[in-house]
């Protein structure tokens, strides 16, 4: 039940966030925060947080682009060694999943650390 | 024992984290921080949606007010109580569409690429610097100041470029600053002097002192014939014979100047200048045309670059309704047309930049010799911020003349330039637009123009009332004969301009006896003008043909200056051709082994097409021609600096003189002549045909369109398509027709057809970002919608309402 706060939150969260130079940091810091709430074992929070913000971003990003009549991302694919929108979505969603998970790596360890 | 990995999954995440936001290189450019550039909601992806317009978008709280409204081809038609509320608007929408281009342009001018692209551009930063243009601009704006009414014209549009500004966070910046990683900065009226700074670079910035200083000096004796001022080909912009109402007895000596004529100077530039840009437009009235009405047509040929350097707008107040193309980055309608007038401009090519040699005391270059005395250097501390590196000091030497450009490029002196830009105005140059966009006969166009100071101006003209006129409009110096051709005695206060020539004594024309007005970029008069003006390198063949055509043709129409406007018929290839046939008949061709070569060049009717392959092998073949002619020049590379003369003058000499010595190869033993070079460049067109085959001229001629920022996404690597430099339709590989507008002034109003090579939004994902490309490409034209109210519009995308 706990898991299900946590991946609520941090799915939301890392939606809203819009901060141009923090957003990362404000991504790891609340996957952090709601980890050390939420979430018990500190090997599985790393997949959850992973997992959750990945599913999170690529399904805003699929209906960004689904809605989009704009060819910018494939402009960008072709800078970045000519990859597709589809690898962008992966790519992108990768960057966050790693920051959320390490976030609520963290925040576990910490709470393991401080309770055990 | 538990505190480890803590420890160790804290450094992880912070080395993830910094990993985030720093930028990583990608051979010599660097890409973004890929945290905030791939991040959801503020990096690329938002861009995406930059596009999304509504219907209705209600800007509230604006200290100005008025409308904007979107038409289908994203055009916006701009409603608005005076001319105040309209420039806020106009300003907003050039920003909404094109902030990144306005902002990095005038970047470009200032000299500070390097802040966003690090240390390749230092280079190209120090030049900029040093030619004056931020100073300028500092001035100009001063000037500005002193004239309120229109000051407040230019800071209503400044606002309305913040106003856009301010509203942006990093989620909705143009791609570009994304990628490039800065921001924008608020818009000043100082940002828009250098925009006009920088377009008078673009087109009065072309002068050959250096190269042609160095070339009298290695044709000696035969300069003059290879560097003719005035070519035979010559059917100047003002009609030859024209009186000159101009006492020669105010102008400075006509006798030839004193040229010190010192060489082994060179010319140091980040980026080489294209060669070969110029403009045609032209005008007709009523008695030449099939409906009685006047028709004025223009296609400025400019570098083209996506975005495109032209925004097309319409701006409808209770004193004006005006349409045409503007320059994002100033305010008004640059070319265009009312309900009572049309205009259109090309560049007048005036030698404005004229280099002095400086002669220093010693090697501390502190000071240097002026009429007889040593005088103390100025110096300008110019400080270049380095994205990526440290900021470095250039300091700019100030002499009497101008600047010292480039350094050490001279064993014991340097070079300082003066050109017009550094001479302050005495006007609002902005005005012009402002008073010529709501001129309603020849002479409010006369007076408007007359603020028109630089770059110099060829402004066709023809109204309702069925007046026609050409105005080559700018401050022209008043010179010696030869003055500022080559290289001056900066020791002698001499060989300064003397002024400038009274405006009215500029050379124009109002209502010829032939019918019509036109210019091509060739000389603007013939050579009894009584004042000295060198008109770069700019060539006749254009105007020649252009004129040809206009004097036959008496019933012109839209559709026939449609096909004017994309002729694609060479003069340069027809005399060519004609100077192969003088050397070699018609057995020599048929016992060639180059007799298919020839018999097509023999048959071609000298038509640059996309689809036929002749063009390409006549171009490839004058390639080498040229090249294997001026062999003593290119083939050595201590004569970089040598002006080549150009191909009217070569072609000439193939036809008259095919012995003459620049002939013979200084690579071979034996003596080669005109014919011997035109049979050895079609040996060297065979082995190019072998190595690389080409269908057509659009294949062969690889056209392409660049972003201005040489982002290869967002460019459009090749276009096949008809033209060529020297013709008509001067479609050259990276510039040409960069708006093509043909007005037809009836007497219920004007009817327009244009078109340029983009289309009008910056934001490269957009679909009005190239969407004008592939027409204009086909030789389409869009009727422009020239509306009274908004009802008129065929159809809007979105109105934008300011309350």
């Given at each position: 039940?706990?898991?299900?706060?946590?991946?609520?939150?941090?799915?939301?969260?890392?939606?809203?966030?819009?901060?141009?130079?923090?957003?990362?940091?404000?991504?790891?810091?609340?996957?952090?925060?709601?980890?050390f709430?939420?979430?018990?074992?500190?090997?599985?929070?790393?997949?959850?947080?992973?997992?959750?913000?990945?599913?999170?971003?690529?399904?805003?990003?699929?209906?960004?682009?689904?809605?989009?009549?704009?060819?910018?991302?494939?402009?960008?694919?072709?800078?970045?060694?000519?990859?597709?929108?589809?690898?962008?979505?992966?790519?992108?969603?990768?960057?966050?999943?790693?920051?959320?998970?390490?976030?609520?790596?963290?925040?576990?360890?910490?709470?393991?650390?401080?309770?055990? | 024992?538990?505190?480890?990995?803590?420890?160790?999954?804290?450094?992880?995440?912070?080395?993830?984290?910094?990993?985030?936001?720093?930028?990583?290189?990608?051979?010599?450019?660097?890409?973004?921080?890929?945290?905030?550039?791939?991040?959801?909601?503020?990096?690329?992806?938002?861009?995406?949606?930059?596009?999304?317009?509504?219907?209705?978008?209600?800007?509230?709280d604006?200290?100005?007010?008025?409308?904007?409204?979107?038409?289908?081809?994203?055009?916006?038609?701009?409603?608005?109580?005076?001319?105040?509320?309209?420039?806020?608007?106009?300003?907003?929408?050039h920003?909404?569409?094109?902030l990144?281009?306005?902002?990095?342009?005038?970047?470009?001018?200032?000299?500070?690429?390097?802040?966003?692209?690090?240390?390749?551009?230092?280079?190209?930063?120090?030049?900029?610097?040093?030619?004056?243009?931020?100073?300028s601009?500092?001035?100009?704006?001063?000037?500005?100041?002193?004239?309120?009414?229109?000051?407040n014209?230019?800071?209503?549009?400044?606002?309305?470029?913040?106003?856009?500004?301010?509203?942006?966070?990093?989620?909705?910046?143009?791609?570009?600053?994304?990628?490039?990683?800065?921001?924008?900065?608020?818009?000043?009226?100082?940002?828009?002097?250098?925009?006009?700074?920088?377009?008078?670079?673009?087109?009065?910035?072309?002068?050959?002192?250096?190269?042609?200083?160095?070339?009298?000096?290695?044709?000696g004796?035969?300069?003059?014939?290879?560097?003719?001022?005035?070519?035979?080909?010559?059917?100047?912009?003002?009609?030859?014979?024209?009186?000159?109402?101009?006492?020669?007895?105010?102008?400075?000596?006509?006798?030839?100047?004193?040229?010190?004529?010192?060489t082994?100077?060179?010319?140091?530039?980040?980026?080489?200048?294209?060669t070969?840009?110029?403009?045609?437009?032209?005008?007709?009235?009523?008695?030449?045309?099939?409906?009685?009405?006047?028709?004025?047509?223009?296609?400025?040929?400019?570098?083209?670059?996506?975005?495109?350097?032209?925004?097309?707008?319409?701006?409808?107040?209770?004193?004006?309704?005006?349409?045409?193309?503007?320059?994002?980055?100033?305010?008004?309608?640059?070319?265009?047309?009312?309900?009572?007038?049309?205009?259109?401009?090309?560049?007048?090519?005036?030698?404005?930049m004229?280099?002095?040699?400086?002669?220093?005391?010693?090697?501390?270059?502190?000071?240097?010799?002026?009429?007889?005395e040593?005088?103390?250097?100025?110096?300008?501390?110019e400080?270049?911020?380095?994205k990526?590196?440290e900021?470095?000091?250039?300091?700019?030497?100030?002499?009497k003349?101008?600047?010292?450009?480039?350094?050490?490029?001279?064993?014991?002196?340097?070079?300082?330039m003066?050109?017009?830009?550094?001479?302050?105005?005495?006007?609002?140059?902005?005005?012009?637009?402002?008073?010529?966009?709501?001129?309603?006969?020849?002479?409010?166009?006369?007076?408007?123009?007359?603020?028109?100071?630089?770059?110099?101006?060829?402004?066709?003209?023809?109204?309702?009332?069925?007046?026609?006129?050409?105005?080559?409009?700018?401050?022209?110096?008043?010179?010696?004969?030869?003055q500022?051709?080559?290289?001056?005695?900066?020791?002698?206060?001499?060989?300064?301009?003397?002024?400038?020539?009274?405006n009215?004594?500029?050379?124009?024309?109002?209502?010829?006896?032939?019918?019509?007005?036109?210019?091509?970029?060739?000389?603007?008069?013939?050579?009894?003008?009584?004042?000295?003006?060198?008109?770069?390198?700019?060539?006749?063949?254009?105007?020649?043909?252009?004129?040809?055509?206009?004097?036959?043709?008496?019933?012109?129409?839209?559709?026939?200056?449609?096909?004017?406007?994309?002729?694609?018929?060479?003069?340069k290839?027809?005399?060519?051709?004609?100077?192969?046939?003088?050397?070699?008949?018609?057995?020599e061709?048929?016992?060639?082994k180059?007799?298919?070569?020839?018999?097509?060049?023999?048959?071609?009717?000298?038509?640059?097409?996309?689809?036929s392959?002749?063009?390409?092998?006549?171009?490839?073949?004058?390639?080498?021609?040229?090249?294997?002619?001026?062999?003593?020049?290119?083939?050595?590379?201590?004569?970089?600096?040598?002006?080549?003369?150009?191909?009217?003058?070569?072609?000439?000499?193939?036809?008259?003189?095919?012995?003459?010595?620049?002939?013979d190869?200084?690579?071979?033993?034996?003596?080669?002549?005109?014919?011997?070079?035109?049979?050895?460049?079609?040996?060297?067109l065979?082995?190019?045909?072998i190595?690389?085959?080409?269908?057509?001229?659009?294949?062969?001629?690889?056209?392409?369109?660049?972003?201005?920022?040489?982002?290869?996404?967002f460019?459009?690597?090749?276009?096949?398509?008809?033209?060529g430099?020297?013709?008509?339709?001067?479609?050259?590989?990276?510039?040409?027709?960069?708006?093509?507008?043909?007005?037809?002034?009836?007497?219920?109003?004007?009817?327009?057809?244009?078109?340029?090579p983009?289309?009008?939004?910056?934001?490269?994902?957009?679909?009005?970002?190239?969407?004008?490309?592939?027409?204009?490409?086909?030789?389409?034209?869009?009727?422009?919608?020239?509306?009274?109210?908004?009802?008129?519009?065929?159809?809007?995308?979105?109105?934008?309402k300011?309350?």
């Amino acid at each position: 039940m706990k898991a299900l706060f946590y991946t609520i939150a941090i799915s939301i969260s890392s939606l809203l966030i819009n901060s141009e130079n923090y957003g990362y940091i404000i991504l790891f810091s609340l996957s952090l925060i709601f980890a050390f709430l939420f979430l018990e074992k500190s090997k599985t929070s790393f997949a959850i947080g992973f997992a959750t913000v990945s599913a999170a971003w690529t399904i805003y990003l699929w209906y960004l682009s689904l809605t989009s009549t704009s060819n910018v991302v494939k402009m960008i694919g072709q800078i970045f060694q000519g990859l597709n929108e589809f690898n962008l979505i992966i790519l992108s969603a990768f960057l966050g999943g790693i920051t959320a998970g390490l976030g609520a790596y963290l925040g576990s360890k910490i709470k393991n650390f401080i309770y055990a | 024992m538990k505190i480890a990995p803590l420890v160790f999954t804290t450094i992880l995440s912070i080395a993830w984290l910094y990993l985030l936001n720093i930028s990583i290189s990608k051979g010599d450019q660097k890409l973004p921080p890929l945290g905030k550039f791939f991040s959801p909601r503020t990096g690329f992806w938002q861009n995406q949606r930059l596009d999304d317009m509504k219907a209705i978008e209600e800007i509230k709280d604006q200290k100005f007010k008025g409308e904007i409204i979107l038409d289908d081809e994203c055009i916006p038609h701009i409603f608005a109580n005076d001319l105040a509320n309209a420039y806020y608007l106009q300003g907003y929408i050039h920003a909404k569409f094109r902030l990144w281009q306005m902002d990095f342009s005038t970047r470009a001018a200032e000299g500070r690429i390097s802040e966003i692209i690090g240390p390749k551009a230092i280079d190209f930063d120090k030049t900029r610097r040093r030619k004056g243009f931020a100073e300028s601009a500092k001035t100009s704006v001063e000037v500005w100041k002193k004239f309120p009414e229109s000051f407040n014209l230019i800071e209503a549009y400044v606002a309305g470029v913040n106003a856009y500004i301010q509203k942006l966070d990093y989620s909705n910046y143009p791609i570009e600053y994304k990628l490039m990683n800065f921001a924008p900065e608020k818009w000043t009226a100082y940002k828009s002097a250098l925009f006009h700074k920088n377009m008078a670079d673009v087109l009065c910035g072309r002068e050959y002192d250096i190269e042609l200083t160095a070339a009298k000096e290695f044709f000696g004796s035969n300069f003059e014939k290879l560097f003719p001022e005035q070519d035979k080909l010559l059917d100047p912009v003002i009609p030859k014979g024209t009186k000159w109402n101009l006492n020669q007895d105010s102008l400075v000596s006509s006798k030839n100047n004193n040229q010190n004529n010192e060489t082994g100077f060179r010319r140091i530039e980040a980026e080489p200048k294209e060669t070969g840009l110029g403009s045609n437009n032209w005008a007709v009235n009523s008695f030449k045309t099939e409906n009685k009405n006047p028709i004025l047509c223009n296609d400025p040929h400019l570098s083209f670059t996506l975005p495109s350097i032209w925004f097309e707008q319409q701006i409808i107040t209770p004193d004006r309704n005006v349409y045409g193309v503007t320059f994002p980055g100033i305010p008004g309608i640059v070319i265009g047309f009312n309900e009572y007038i049309a205009w259109g401009v090309t560049n007048g090519g005036w030698d404005v930049m004229d280099w002095y040699s400086i002669q220093w005391k010693d090697n501390k270059k502190e000071k240097y010799l002026y009429d007889g005395e040593w005088i103390n250097i100025e110096t300008r501390i110019e400080k270049i911020k380095v994205k990526d590196a440290e900021e470095i000091s250039d300091t700019v030497k100030l002499t009497k003349w101008g600047p010292i450009v480039y350094d050490g490029t001279h064993p014991k002196k340097d070079l300082a330039m003066h050109w017009i830009i550094s001479e302050a105005s005495t006007s609002c140059e902005l005005d012009v637009f402002v008073d010529l966009n709501k001129a309603k006969n020849v002479n409010e166009y006369r007076k408007a123009i007359k603020k028109f100071s630089y770059p110099s101006q060829n402004f066709a003209f023809a109204s309702r009332e069925n007046d026609i006129a050409l105005t080559v409009q700018g401050n022209m110096p008043i010179k010696r004969n030869q003055q500022g051709r080559f290289i001056q005695d900066g020791s002698d206060s001499k060989n300064a301009w003397a002024g400038f020539l009274p405006n009215e004594k500029t050379p124009y024309i109002i209502n010829p006896a032939r019918g019509f007005v036109s210019s091509a970029n060739q000389n603007s008069t013939d050579a009894t003008f009584p004042n000295y003006y060198n008109s770069g390198d700019f060539r006749d063949y254009r105007g020649t043909v252009l004129n040809q055509y206009l004097s036959k043709e008496n019933a012109w129409t839209k559709e026939k200056m449609k096909q004017l406007q994309l002729n694609n018929f060479s003069l340069k290839a027809k005399t060519a051709i004609e100077a192969i046939l003088h050397n070699i008949d018609t057995v020599e061709i048929n016992n060639s082994k180059h007799a298919s070569i020839l018999n097509q060049f023999k048959t071609w009717d000298c038509n640059y097409d996309s689809t036929s392959r002749i063009p390409g092998l006549f171009d490839r073949w004058y390639d080498y021609f040229y090249k294997l002619t001026w062999d003593e020049i290119l083939n050595d590379s201590t004569k970089e600096n040598v002006k080549l003369p150009g191909d009217p003058i070569t072609i000439q000499m193939l036809n008259e003189d095919s012995k003459m010595k620049y002939f013979d190869m200084t690579s071979t033993p034996q003596i080669e002549n005109g014919k011997d070079i035109i049979l050895l460049a079609l040996d060297s067109l065979q082995e190019y045909l072998i190595k690389q085959p080409f269908k057509n001229w659009g294949e062969y001629k690889k056209a392409s369109i660049s972003h201005m920022a040489r982002i290869p996404a967002f460019g459009i690597p090749f276009i096949s398509s008809s033209g060529g430099a020297d013709i008509l339709n001067a479609h050259a590989r990276t510039w040409g027709p960069s708006w093509r507008m043909i007005v037809e002034l009836t007497q219920s109003g004007p009817e327009a057809i244009g078109i340029y090579p983009g289309g009008q939004s910056g934001n490269p994902g957009s679909k009005y970002y190239m969407n004008m490309v592939e027409r204009w490409r086909t030789g389409e034209y869009r009727k422009l919608q020239y509306i009274k109210n908004p009802e008129q519009l065929n159809k809007a995308i979105s109105t934008i309402k300011f309350n």
